[in-house]
């Protein structure tokens, strides 16, 4: 078979800045001098019962990946995948929900596809703009830089438990309520504090995308256990080992890239591989910033914790 990088060769595509080589959120493509198209799309099954909060979820986390590259999303297309006998109000939440996020997010939904399935499948195709000077990547980390996060840990702990019909629904209402959250403001105060370095937390878990931002950057990353957000249910189902297949699958991927302290115990340890749907940015800041960065979040009241910082060397530290 040949390989998708045999058929487009970087040299002919200069103007596709993102997405030949090293993978980041998103492609990107140049338009001009200050200009460039930010383009991502991302679709999943249901990850809570709630028609509405799914479609919203969706789209928060078809959002994300633009804002992970320091992006301002305006414009989207629906992709659907609907069981035939499904009512015709669930399916009607589901895509009010993603229009409702949208909205907030200052994007217009413009159309888009839908197909018939078994399993219900939503999300967005979504296009954004951004200055390519000034664009983060998984590559922008540099050693000395302070590490941020922007939502806690835990939604797929969380959502598993929800599945297996063992969790509290206030914790599910928490996990919901975040899950639902932009990225817009994380991605504001990037710009704002000249970030370079980022990406978003998905489905490889907290420390599957550090490592690939560690790798892309050509740096090593340390992270203190105590200051990392997990929500406080999670941490409870953690202790009964509810996980999402996929968190022990990146357990296994990443694992070997990172260095547990040994006072780390082994759930709050999969905390960290646990597969996030619609999770935070994580942002790479030059340490002068900081400071002013973190006063400008409580300002507008966005969430930002520092849980680490950018070393030399490779792989990923986790201290007590
Ligand atoms: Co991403
Ligand atoms: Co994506
Ligand atoms: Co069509």
């Not at 664009?135 to 830089?145: C, E, F, L, N, V």
């Not at 357990?251 to 070997?256: E, K, L, P, V, Y």
């Not at 905390?271 to 002068?288: I, R």
């Amino acid at each position: 078979m040949r390989p998708i990088e045999e058929i487009f060769q970087s040299t002919d595509f200069p103007d596709l800045l993102v997405g030949l080589g090293e993978p980041d959120d998103a492609a990107v493509w140049r338009l001009d001098e200050d200009r460039a198209l930010v383009v991502t799309t991302d679709f999943f099954t249901p990850v809570v019962d709630d028609a509405y909060d799914y479609g919203a979820i969706a789209a928060a986390n078809s959002l994300s990946d633009i804002y992970a590259m320091g992006g301002k999303p305006f414009l989207a297309l629906n992709v659907a995948a609907l069981p035939p006998d499904l009512p015709a109000e669930i399916s009607g939440e589901i895509l009010r929900g993603g229009a409702e996020k949208a909205r907030q997010a200052g994007v217009v939904v413009g159309g888009g596809h839908t197909i018939q399935d078994k399993e219900p499948k939503y999300g967005l195709i979504a296009l954004g703009f951004v200055d390519p000077a000034k664009m983060i990547t998984k590559a922008g980390a540099q050693i000395g830089d302070k590490l941020l996060l922007s939502k806690p840990l835990g939604f797929g702990t969380t959502t598993t438990a929800l599945k297996n019909g063992k969790a509290d629904p206030s914790d599910v209402a928490e996990a919901v309520e975040w899950m639902q959250r932009l990225n817009k403001g994380a991605a504001d105060l990037a710009r704002e504090f000249a970030v370079r370095g980022g990406t978003d937390i998905t489905g490889f878990g907290f420390l599957g995308h550090a490592y690939e931002m560690a790798s892309a950057s050509g740096v090593g990353l340390r992270f203190s256990y105590g200051k990392i957000p997990i929500l406080a249910g999670a941490r409870r189902y953690a202790q009964e080992w509810i996980f999402p297949g996929g968190s022990t699958d990146n357990r296994a991927f990443f694992g070997s890239h990172v260095k547990f302290d040994s006072q780390i115990d082994e759930p709050s340890q999969m905390l960290l591989f646990d597969a996030q749907t619609s999770g935070g940015l994580l942002l790479s800041v030059a340490p002068e910033n900081l400071e002013p960065m973190l006063a400008r979040a409580s300002e507008t009241e966005e969430t930002l914790w520092q849980v680490g910082e950018v070393v030399a060397g490779e792989g990923i530290e986790v201290t007590n």
